[in-house]
DNA sequence: CTCCAGGAGA
DNA sequence: TCTCCGGGAG
């Protein structure tokens, strides 16, 4: 599997989709971790609502109390854990860096395995953070960039470099820019096409993907 | 009422 | 590998 040839069917389809809406890194972080398992669509509810809590911010987490964050954040579920992850994550952000500037001073690999060690971030939003909010080169696996591959490969459980050494990226021909942009249009590929039920008719992978060609005979 | 989408613990 | 954690939307 190629992904720069990939990159390339998919860039040519959805172009520059500037992507991970948000005002600034803190929010960002936020947002990768109340994301979790999650639609974005409810995390934007729960952004809105840290927004009028006044509590939209790496310092102000610190500050307020676990139960406010978990009244702000309560439409974007898993309230309980993702309270207890911002508040770990936060704190460890102010005494281990000062501040989320600070962190893109430091090397890809020791910010990635701080993020690592917090209870409640796994490679997902470790990566989402990395990428999105940090400008560190990471390629983000999720559950649609799994079942993308997947079809694509034609293999069960497609296992790759991609899956195992996400941090560092290797051997990944891909710039920043690129790895955030080729991210947004596999999300957008997966949401789609590439659903659970796939819809496979102008897909941008379709004359590639092994699984829309044994469909098609 | 069913589906969706990460991480941890067992 | 299975289960729990919790909402919003179709």
Redesign the pocket.
């Known amino acids: 599997m190629n992904i720069r040839k990939i990159y390339e069917l998919l860039y040519s389809h959805y172009g520059d989709l500037g992507w991970w809406p948000a005002d600034n890194d803190e929010e960002i972080i936020i947002g990768a971790v109340l994301?979790?398992?999650?639609?974005w669509?409810?995390v934007e509810?729960a952004l809105r609502r840290m927004k009028d809590y006044q509590i939209l911010g790496i310092s102000e987490i610190c500050k307020s109390s676990e139960d406010t964050i978990k009244k702000a954040i309560?439409?974007?579920?898993?309230?309980?854990?993702k309270a207890m992850t911002l508040k770990r994550l936060s704190s460890g952000i102010i005494e281990r860096f000062g501040s989320v500037e600070a962190m893109k001073k430091q090397s890809a690999m020791d910010v990635a395995n701080f993020l690592g060690s917090?209870?409640?971030?796994?490679?997902?939003?470790?990566d989402d953070i990395l990428l999105y909010a940090l400008g560190f080169p990471a390629f983000i696996i999720?559950?649609?960039t799994t079942r993308i591959f997947s079809r694509f490969t034609g293999k069960e459980k497609y296992q790759h470099d991609l899956l195992t050494g996400r941090v560092p990226i290797g051997d990944i021909p891909l710039n920043v820019e690129e790895l955030k942009n080729i991210h947004a249009m596999l999300v957008l590929t997966?949401k789609e096409h590439c659903?659970?039920?796939p819809v496979c008719g102008g897909c941008p992978l379709e004359t590639k993907c092994s699984f829309a060609l044994e469909k098609e005979k």
């Open positions: 994301t979790q398992n999650t639609s669509k409810n509810i309560m439409p974007s579920g898993f309230y309980n854990r917090i209870h409640g971030i796994g490679p997902e939003t470790r999720d559950s649609y997966a659903r659970k039920k």
